[in-house]
């Protein structure tokens, strides 16, 4: 039995698809227990609470996390698998102490720099929150001392995970995110701390020690045995350095636009929570499609362009590109019409008001805005680092972080009660009646600014395409949009009747007239996208009919509107 799950979770997943799908699985049960996470932190604390104790939680991440992207995701994400492909191929030995090396300099850098920034930490949060009172600044400021641990942890662990990726090792990689979450539930609900927020952030560095755990066992049978090596100046460190440098950079600007939004929040009370938890929610496709695919492609990119295959490079992104489109354009739409279903089912509770409730829907319909583009751009940008050219994406990650907070500065501003744009935005997600709404400049000016990015990077990347591709994407694309736009009717016109049977004052009643309403339009979706021969329609409509029967009578048929295009290929969707 030990030897059949060591075989299990050691296999290498060859498949995109079948990776991406592995990994789409495992990032639905992660975001299934971050929900119960936030629904936890919700209920227990509330967002516009008198002691503000979640946007002190969410605050005091700032630090940790850009200490953690300047030193590490960048070179991981960027550098480190590309150089470590390239080395393994040639020599295996000088690729094993080559990662030896970065373990030893990673921890040994972060470790130093939390100290650092542990004695900086009273000078920077002044700076990350300016709205909080002098009390509120020394509790984010012990979240955050607290928090710098976990860094060290990620650190390791997201070199594990590349090494993971490297051999096509998903499994374990990807229980690691659920045990993340967990160790956050474990900690809001069991630790007993001074005060509040510091039990969620207790639970975060344990879930950060739970992450780099699982995924050790994974490495059983590659040949890497850690020995501590510490050569900084080594000629492939010299090489990954060179290569992460723009990646790194690019990471730290999207932190630096994440500290400015959280700056700017930090005048309304409750509004970093209200942001963050609508964030989450909205991010729950992106996860679950958009990243998982993007790192299921992305070894496949990589050595697609090692090995000058520009026509596999290509295959290989836009069939990725369709399917996370098939997946979360219609998911986008669903979460529009019932975000206020969502919110008040997940976090409606506890100490989570009412107030709370319309406020975090509004900013979760404006995040829906934004879903598709926030799901393209880690296979756009990974596309990128796979042809080793990490500057490109640095410069439209400079230009999207200044537009971001360009708007986010004028629309808060602007966002005044009693003022015009208060009452349009305002009305257009339902909250005109409250007295502040600032909150929503936020996400709509990140659903604005990361739809324009994705178009610049697709332009960008049409050299590496064949002729005439961009073109038939847009024809997909347009395709899922109107499915996608017919489902979301169906979805908003079946709310009314299917409200007559159900108690809509009970959680339970949301719940199931949601689930319904989402079902149906999710089901016509599926058979829109089915008439205009998606293979991944094609794959589900399959799938119902082997294991639903009586679905058959309205399910289509493969023979009679399955069909291809003229002139296409089976697995191509264009």
Not at 162 to 175: E, I, P, Q
Not at 209 to 219: F, S
Not at 308 to 337: M, S, Y
Request: proline share 5%; hydrophobic share 55%; aromatic share 8%.
């Amino acid at each position: 039995m030990i030897d059949r799950l060591n075989t299990w979770v050691t296999k290498e997943t060859r498949s995109i698809t079948l990776a991406g799908l592995l990994l789409g699985v495992a990032a639905l049960a992660a975001k299934i227990v971050g929900l119960v996470r936030d629904n936890i932190l919700a209920s227990h604390y509330g967002a516009t609470a008198g002691d503000r104790t979640l946007d002190i939680y969410y605050a005091g991440f700032r630090v940790p996390d850009l200490l953690l992207n300047i030193l590490i995701l960048g070179a991981v994400s960027s550098a480190f698998l590309p150089v470590f492909t390239e080395r393994y191929a040639k020599d295996r030995e000088d690729a094993w102490r080559l990662t030896a090396n970065i373990l030893t300099l990673a921890a040994a850098a972060l470790a130093v720099l939390a100290g650092i920034f542990f004695i900086l930490t009273p000078y920077l949060m002044p700076v990350i929150a300016p709205g909080f009172t002098s009390e509120e600044l020394v509790r984010a400021e012990n979240v955050t001392r607290l928090l710098l641990i976990s860094p060290i942890l990620f650190g390791i662990s997201s070199i594990v995970s590349a090494l993971l990726h490297t051999f096509k090792r998903f499994v374990l990689y990807s229980l690691a995110p659920v045990l993340y979450n967990f160790g956050i539930i474990i900690g809001t609900l069991f630790f007993t701390v001074p005060e509040p927020e510091l039990a969620p952030a207790m639970g975060a560095v344990l879930g950060a020690l739970l992450h780099l755990l699982i995924q050790l066992p994974g490495l059983k049978g590659t040949g890497f045995r850690f020995r501590p090596i510490l050569t900084p100046i080594h000629e492939a460190i010299r090489e990954i350095g060179a290569l992460s440098l723009p990646r790194t950079a690019n990471l730290v600007v999207n932190q630096l636009q994440t500290i400015i939004l959280t700056a700017i929040a930090s005048g309304a009370v409750g509004a970093i929570a209200i942001f963050n938890l609508g964030m989450n929610l909205a991010f729950v496709p992106v996860g679950i499609f958009g990243i998982s695919f993007a790192t299921a492609a992305f070894p496949v990119l990589a050595h697609a362009w090692a090995e000058k295959n520009r026509e596999a490079f290509g295959h290989a992104l836009l069939r990725t590109i369709q399917e996370i489109l098939f997946f979360t354009l219609p998911a986008a739409v669903l979460f529009l019409v019932l975000r206020a279903h969502i919110v008040r089912v997940v976090l409606g509770q506890g100490l989570f008001s009412w107030e709370d409730t319309r406020l975090t829907a509004a900013a979760l319909g404006a995040f829906a805005v934004g879903v598709v583009a926030f799901a393209l751009l880690p296979l756009l940008v990974r596309a990128f680092f796979a042809q080793k050219n990490t500057t490109l994406p640095l410069l439209v990650a400079i230009g999207s972080t200044t537009g971001v907070t360009g708007i986010a500065f004028w629309l808060t501003s602007a966002l005044t009660p009693g003022g015009w744009w208060h009452g349009a935005l305002g009305g257009l997600f339902r909250v005109a009646d409250l007295p502040d709404i600032r909150v929503l400049a936020l996400p709509i000016a990140m659903s604005a600014i990361s739809t324009l990015e994705v178009l610049i990077l697709l332009l960008f990347l049409r050299r590496s395409l064949a002729h005439g591709v961009l073109a038939r994407l847009l024809v997909s694309t347009i395709r899922l949009s109107l499915a996608s736009a017919v489902a979301g009717v169906v979805t908003w016109a079946a709310l009314r009747p299917l409200a007559e049977g159900v108690e809509q004052e009970t959680g339970i009643g949301i719940l199931l007239q949601g689930t319904a309403a989402g079902a149906i339009g999710s089901f016509v979706f599926l058979l829109i996208a089915a008439a205009f021969a998606f293979p991944e329609a094609r794959r589900i409509v399959s799938f119902l009919r082997r294991r639903m029967p009586p679905l058959g009578v309205i399910l289509p048929h493969e023979s009679e509107h399955m069909h291809l295009p003229q002139g296409e290929e089976s697995e191509r969707p264009l």
